[in-house]
Nanobody, 116 residues
């Protein structure tokens, strides 16, 4: 059974940091491109960061470049999103996505709220 379980969300003040984790099971994690998306209230879901395996090539949305870092640990079947210098506009539900060919799996999401 495929599972993606996100954790690490919460309430943080502007300028603060959070690290999201997504633990995967039920598929060969190292074969999959891992992506973090987010969706704010009333807005469409947007791609935040992507990491391709092998090679760990990364791409980022312009809005998070220089502030967020995506990484993966294939031995732990986990992908991370380190978020620094958080802004109120980063407030959203963050989702983990695993993609390979026509296979596409999603986590349940974790809420990130940036507010003073």
């Amino acid at each position: 059974q495929v599972q993606l379980v996100e954790s690490g969300g919460g309430l943080v003040q502007p300028g603060g940091s959070l690290r999201l984790s997504c633990a995967a099971s039920g598929f060969t994690f190292s074969w999959y491109t891992m992506i973090w998306y987010r969706q704010a209230p009333g807005k469409e879901r947007e791609l935040v960061a992507r990491i391709i395996s092998p090679g760990s090539i990364t791409t980022y949305a312009d809005s998070v470049k220089g502030r967020f870092t995506i990484s993966r640990d294939n031995a732990k079947n986990t992908v991370y999103l380190q978020m620094n210098s958080l802004k109120p506009e980063d407030t959203a539900v963050y989702y983990c996505n695993a993609v390979r060919l026509r296979e596409n799996y999603w986590g349940q999401g974790t809420q990130v709220t940036v507010s003073s």
